[in-house]
């Protein structure tokens, strides 16, 4: 069992860079590998990239990449998000997810997942 709590969220002009965190508790973390979706109002769920267990590798949407960073420490039981050069189509609520798949871009295929934090980017 994991339970994953995200923070950092706010408001940001585009343009501008803005970090969000995901804190997990439990067994195991190290195992897993640690997804980022967003969902923006009135539109599905969708992946932003993951991390495998090993943090050597990631993974990222066509959408963000070369713009979002996802980094984890599994000492501390962390997921980072960050995001830079941010854009109003990046707002929405951001997840952090966790699967025992590995490299998974299915929200299908993540087992855990946190209560999101909102991240809005004002034009």
């Known amino acids: 069992q994991v339970q994953l709590v995200e923070s950092g969220g706010g408001l940001v002009q585009a343009g501008g860079s803005l970090s969000v965190s995901c804190t997990a508790s439990?067994?195991?973390?190290?195992?897993?590998?640690m997804g980022w979706f967003r969902q923006a109002p009135g539109k599905e769920r969708e992946f932003v990239g993951c991390i495998y267990y090993s943090a050597v590798s990631a993974y990222y949407a066509d959408s963000v990449k070369g713009r979002f960073t996802i980094s984890r420490d599994n000492a501390k039981k962390m997921v980072y998000l960050q995001m830079n050069s941010l854009n109003p189509e990046d707002t929405a609520v951001y997840y952090c997810a966790a699967s025992r798949s590995i490299g998974t871009t299915r929200a299908q295929m993540y087992d855990y997942w946190g209560q999101g934090t909102q991240v809005t980017v004002s034009s």
């Open positions: 439990g067994r195991s973390f190290s195992t897993y590998t």
